[in-house]
């Protein structure tokens, strides 16, 4: 029976109708496509952040990877190695942990974490309207290249590829980079007659004499900075190393530690550094103004006990918190030796990938995702946390809270690479508690420097 024509250009608008509207497409999948579209639920382990601070971020990757859940669980800094040991222990490890940058080497050597993958591939669904008619989810296959190490150094700022490449191989990516800086009280420097915070280690000495006094017994009953202990001031070893990288010493090079060395007949800048630090916690010196006697250095900086506290962005939250925002303080650079080189500390935290997890595909993916700038942006806005990225300085410097921050970026550097930064860290902790204690300067970072040399193994051995 031949149909009339009428019947024929029904049927055949109608077959386009499917075709247009992808009708083969959206309903046959291939093995590859429906592999990569299976339920998969991340596990990434947070020391700072909780999963409020990665909402939007998290919002925005399921609009395009919808079958993708990720869990931010949050744990305490004391628990957080010991727990990451047990869980790789009972072959349960989050599938993305964040690791200081001085631990990488270590759960590299130890093979808990992986190196990101040149490429991802991943599964993209969004949806079309055809015709103005009907609203379909379409699911396209993307192949992305990752980072290499030369497009880190030009994204990132410059010590992270220093940190987080080993054997040419990217181990981490970091969502923030924090630097060290000067926390001051501005009504103790206003009663002390100190107008401006200093800039330099001279107008500090002298600031710190003025905000410093005693009572009759000669106890501190207020401390000008925190300065000259180890035990009971926050990142006291940061603060050491940045005065010796300041003064001229190499902390670490390659795989030799050199903060010992002499440059010059007289001269030593590590030795000097370290009798600059520990003066302070000497009552013999004019600028002795902190003992190991004293409370812990923020909580007093917290308390409006101490005129000036080094430390990094995230002590912000705990001094606003503490005090009640009782506290009115302002943040500085930190001090230079004047007329040298700006030098400063990089402290961070990188995003790195189980070598256990079920999928690393997904896990690199999401961290690529949220590190790009338009995507992280949101997040150190909403965490107040300098950026990491190059491309984001110029927009911190506009920003009041992380303006100092930001200035100090690209001349921050960190001090340790090697496999145990915890024995490194401590090790500069017991230098200066032995100065204190009356060892021999020369003697003490002598035996310093060997220890430190201990933990320092190249990834090849």
Known sequence: MILPKTKLKILFLFGMLLISTGFRCTCIKSKEVQQLLKPVDLVYWQVWDTQNDFSELIAKYQTIHPNITVSVVKLRYEEYEKRLLESFAQLKPPDIISLHYGWLQKYDKKEFIQPMPEKTTMAYQYEKTTLGIKKEVLTELRTNPTLTPTKLKDDF???????????????????????????????????AHVPLPPT???????????TTFFDEKKNIVQAGAALGTADNIRRSADILTLLMRQNGATIISGNTTLFS????KEYNPGIDA????????????????WNDEMPDSLKAFADGKLAMYFGYAYDI?????YSKNAINFGISKMPQIQGSQETNMAN?????????????????????????????????????????????????LQNDTLSVFASQLLTSETWYRGLDYNAAEQTFKDLINHVNSGDDVKESIEIANSRVQQTIRSFSE
């Open 157 to 191: 700022l410059g010590t992270v590829a220093n940190d987080v490449v080993i054997g040419n191989k990217i181990y981490g990516v970091p969502l923030s980079l924090d630097s060290m800086v000067l926390f001051y009280n501005r009504d103790l420097l206003n009663k």
């Open 200 to 210: 330099n280690w001279q107008e500090f000495q002298e600031a710190v004499k003025k």
């Open 261 to 264: 060395k002499t440059l010059a």
């Open 274 to 289: 370290l009798k600059f630090y520990t003066d302070f916690a000497n009552p013999r010196k004019e600028v002795y103004t």
């Open 317 to 321: 939250p705990f001094i606003k918190a």
């Open 348 to 396: 961070y935290w990188v995003d790195a990938v189980s070598s256990r997890t079920k999928n690393p595909n997904e896990a690199w993916d999401f961290i690529l995702f949220i590190t790009k700038a338009e995507q992280v942006k949101g997040y150190l806005e909403k965490t107040l946390k300098p950026a990491a990225l190059r491309s984001l300085v110029e927009d911190e």
